[in-house]
């Protein structure tokens, strides 16, 4: 098995959304699109990455929607050495269709109460629901490390709730560990580094805002 030595994960550059909530009521959220800041944003995680690929190959996963699309494309990667497939499993929560803001926000409220891993939004998904098929994309990524000419880095642009949700099935981490981190900011990166001994380890945590609560000896 030809496993990667990197596994980057990326959450797409500042969003129309991330700035003007009313946005959700006027267009999909599909559809949204980079900001200026966004593209700039983007721009610099795309040196990083440039510096850390160097002249190796890159295995790259992107999120079916405009601005991980746009996120992808201003990373400025050497189209020879990528290789780009669309996982629609990597989507943001669904969130239902069009969105009305006011009803967005009491949602979100209940889901702050009741729990965000668990809540389902009305017409949406749950966290539970997002990390389902995470799961099922990482049972179709360990896959494709069988092929023998795997390259040996991973890149996947994504959200930030599905980075956080892809870290806690790789690593098994508890559902109120999940709870208590933090998603990324835009255009961040989290790596999974494959170490000597075969295991893979993050290469920095995720910001908590909580201590986690959990239910029993899981915890």
């Known amino acids: 098995m030809a496993r990667p030595r990197r596994i980057v994960l990326v959450r797409h550059g500042e969003s129309t959304g991330n700035v003007d909530d009313s946005v959700y009521e006027r267009e999909p959220d599909h559809a949204l699109a980079l900001t ?5 944003q983007a721009e610099e995680t795309g040196e990083r990455l440039r510096k850390l690929f160097g002249h190796e190959r890159v295995s790259v996963y992107v999120s079916p929607y ?3 699309h746009q996120t992808l494309g201003a990373f400025g990667l050497d189209p020879g050495l990528i290789r780009v497939r669309e996982e629609p499993r990597l989507r943001e929560q669904d969130w239902g269709n ?8 009491l949602q979100k409220s209940y889901r702050d109460a009741y729990g965000h891993f668990f809540y389902r939004f009305a017409q949406g998904e749950s966290g539970a629901d997002v990390y389902d098929r995470v799961g099922g994309f990482l ?8 092929a023998p ?3 040996p880095n991973v890149l996947i642009v994504t959200h930030g709730l599905a980075m956080r949700l892809f870290c806690m099935r790789w690593f098994h981490w508890t559902v109120a560990e999940f709870e208590s981190l933090s998603n990324p900011g835009n255009a961040e990166m989290r790596m999974l580094v494959l170490g000597e001994k075969g295991k893979y380890a993050l290469d920095r945590p995720f910001e908590r805002w909580r201590e986690p609560e959990p239910y029993g000896i899981t915890g």
């Not at 200026?36 to 700039?40: F, K, N, P, V």
């Not at 069009?98 to 926000?105: I, Y």
């Not at 049972?139 to 069988?146: A, D, K, Q, V």
């Open 98 to 105: 069009w969105q009305d803001r006011e009803d967005v926000r």
């Open 66 to 68: 405009r601005r991980t």
């Open 139 to 146: 049972e179709s990524l360990f896959r494709s490390f069988e």
């Open 149 to 151: 000419d795997h390259p």
């Open 36 to 40: 200026e800041r966004g593209r700039r």
